[in-house]
């Protein structure tokens, strides 16, 4: 019995192994809620192609949030950066309900089909951006997802 605690206390305490980048961490993170309601005012804008905005319901509660993230199209889908790694609240919310709205540059696209994937193994298929800023911020995955109308 106290080998099993000994176990389930020692697992405790180390920490958690994530796909998130220390920078990502430690100086990203925390500053999101200072900056985040900012963001929100011109994400999804016609003007700045950079920040979308995206509206997922929660898989537990049900409310709805809107998240403002970075989020492309390249060929049939978007690609969405994964900077809070797949364990993030909105990650989890939008592959639990498998679809989303996301308002990218004025418009809103209704999207299905979530995918984690490795972006290494997709770098062709990812924009320009993606394919350049993900590696220098030490982002390894990214969310495909297919837009199915303009919602």
């Known amino acids: 019995m106290n080998e099993e605690v ?4 020692d697992s405790a305490r180390r920490p ?10 430690r100086i990203i993170r925390p500053l999101t809620r200072i900056f985040n309601p900012l963001v929100k005012r011109v994400a999804g804008g016609r003007w700045v ?3 979308s905005l995206l509206h997922h319901r929660g898989h537990r ?3 709805t949030y809107t998240t403002p993230i970075t ?22 919310n939008i592959l639990a ?3 989303c709205v ?4 004025g418009t809103d696209y209704h999207l299905v089909e979530p995918v984690v994937v490795d972006a290494s193994s997709v770098r062709s298929q990812l924009p320009l951006m993606f394919r350049v800023g993900l590696p220098a911020m030490g982002l390894h995955k990214v969310l495909r997802m297919r837009a199915t109308t303009r919602a």
Request: charged share 25%; aromatic share 16%; proline share 4%.
């Open 16 to 25: 958690k192994q994530t796909d998130v980048s220390g920078f990502i961490d």
């Open 6 to 9: 000994e176990r389930m206390t």
């Open 71 to 92: 989020a492309m199209p390249r060929g049939d889908f978007f690609w969405i950066s994964l900077a809070f790694g797949q364990d993030s609240g909105w990650a989890r």
């Open 49 to 51: 192609p950079m920040w």
């Open 61 to 63: 509660s049900g409310r």
């Open 102 to 105: 996301l308002r990218y540059r």
């Open 97 to 99: 309900a498998g679809e």
